[in-house]
């Protein structure tokens, strides 16, 4: 006896990647409806991306009619420069409130059926949702589940969302502390450690790992480490753990040497940030209902198609995208995704490209990157045996870098010595999150630096930068 659907595609999360695979799923003639249980838009829409940003952009404004020397370059000068924090934190609220509402717009227009409250697989093809009114099934052709992730705290960092506080309260920027601990120095922490020092505090920044920035390509972590640390108010510590943060006036952080276990110091400042990265969050799905199990850090297994796999085996019309899945915990990697997943559930096969999906920290300058850093790139050289070969270009010698008086930052390329193929690029100056895409694209498209060396680049624009890279490599390539 065939089953009655309630509808094609049912998608457990709004976030940015729900969002994006129920406009998918609309334009490819599916009945759908999304659940949510908490704000419309997910981390990305309410607590990460856009308050985040519109705090940089603003805090940004600050920090270059601060320069006055850069601006004296230029044969500008200004009087004493105010700034309202309260005014600044409205503007990210006012932002995230009008996005809100044009992704909850945009679902209605479309006719895709909203459902508020949680909701969770109640079995094979049926979701259980639990609202205001009560608890009611939903039997779905297909499920996609897209719970996202939530701050990781580490044991022994007591948060009280008052002094000590995750990234999810810190975009309410409620207050400035004259002196803040940032408990990690990657993305979130490089982030809010460029708003604060604009803003007038002091930060201390606290890394476990024995290097600042571990996941940025060492030569762009060097350039970063002196123009985004070392050139503002922040002391750092590397190789050593936050074993212990403690509330209050003042906030107490314990720090143990990451190798001899011993406690070095006690910090006492005003506020602690803990930016320690983000942790699934897959608890109450119903997932033990059809056997699946989360790996031990609990995310949900997936293949490149986005399949829920259960011991290595595809479970039938389930689907997973976005943070929960733990691939690349990116806003546009799970609106990716979710397109990835719909394109299957139509019946026309499609994988994902982790490599051409580019990444950015919006910090003053900016840094990104796509692809292969140069370790992997040497890895699977090794392993299918090529040779790789990398070109530096600097922003210095760019004539739109010079006429802006922005110099500091370089770009740098990873490709294969035999065939060309783009394997990476990393970028750190200003606008580095837009020139990227670029480099996505041809990642992308598998294209090699011989072809990309004789596209036109606009005169004069940052994009040289990379134009200048593909023309170095083209010439280094063909001398070899």
């Known amino acids: 006896m065939s089953i009655k659907f309630d509808y094609d595609l049912v998608i457990i999360g709004a976030g940015v990647g ?18 949510e249980a908490a704000d419309m838009g997910g981390t990305c829409v309410n607590r990460g991306c856009i308050p985040s940003k519109a705090l940089l952009a603003a805090s940004g404004k600050v920090r270059e009619l601060q320069d006055t020397q850069h601006l004296q370059n230029m044969g500008i000068e200004l009087g004493s420069l105010q700034f309202d924090r309260a005014a600044i934190a409205n503007h990210a609220d006012n932002l995230v409130s009008k996005i809100r509402k044009d992704l909850t ?4 227009r479309l006719k895709v059926d909203t459902i508020r409250g949680w909701g969770k697989i109640a079995g094979p093809q049926k979701v259980s949702v639990k609202t205001a009114e009560g608890e009611q099934i939903i039997a779905a052709k297909d ?4 719970p996202g992730s939530v701050p990781f705290v580490p044991r022994g960092i007591e948060i009280d969302n008052q002094t000590v506080f995750t990234s999810d309260n810190a975009v309410k920027l409620d207050w400035l502390p004259d002196w803040i601990a940032i408990i990690g120095s990657g993305y979130i922490g490089l982030e809010f450690a460029d708003v604060y020092t604009a803003l007038g505090s002091e930060v201390t920044m606290i890394e476990a790992l024995d290097t600042l920035m571990p ?3 060492p030569d762009i972590a060097k350039i970063a480490k002196r123009v985004l640390i070392e050139s503002r108010d922040i002391d750092t510590y590397a190789g050593v753990f936050a074993t212990k943060v403690t509330p209050g006036k003042p906030v107490q952080v314990e720090l143990t040497d990451a190798k001899t276990k011993e406690v ?4 006492e400042v005003d506020a602690c940030l803990v930016a320690t990265g983000r942790i699934p969050a897959t608890k109450d799905l119903g997932l033990e209902s059809i056997a699946v199990e989360t790996d031990r850090r609990g995310f949900i297994p997936v293949n490149d198609r986005m399949e829920v796999l259960r011991d290595g085996e595809v479970v039938p019309n389930l689907w997973s995208i976005g943070d929960a899945t733990g691939k690349m915990m990116l806003a546009h990697a799970a609106s990716a995704q979710g397109i990835i997943a719909v394109e299957n559930i139509c019946g026309r096969a499609k994988a ?13 300058p900016e840094i990104s990157y796509v692809g292969l850093n140069e370790l992997q790139a040497k890895e699977i050289a090794a392993a299918e045996g090529f040779e790789i070969a990398t070109v530096k270009t600097y922003y210095k010698g760019n004539s739109k870098a010079l006429a802006e008086g922005e110099t500091d930052g370089i770009a740098k390329i990873i490709y294969r010595k035999d065939t060309g193929e783009l394997l990476g690029v990393h970028i750190i100056g200003i606008h580095a999150s837009d020139l990227i895409q670029e480099a996505a694209n041809a990642i992308a498209d598998r294209q090699p630096v011989h072809k990309l060396a004789f596209k036109v680049h606009t005169h004069p624009t940052l ?15 063909l001398n070899k």
């Open 352 to 364: 994902i490209d982790y490599r051409s999906i580019p990444a950015a920290a919006f910090t003053h």
């Open 18 to 35: 729900g969002h994006g695979a129920a406009l998918h799923a609309v334009k490819c003639g599916l009945k759908t409806a999304i659940i």
């Open 264 to 267: 070095i110091e006690v910090l």
């Open 463 to 477: 994009s040289e930068v990379l134009d200048e890279a593909y023309k170095r490599a083209e010439v280094f390539s």
């Open 215 to 217: 996941t940025f390509d």
């Open 105 to 108: 717009n945009s679902l209605s």
């Open 143 to 146: 499920i996609i589940l897209c």
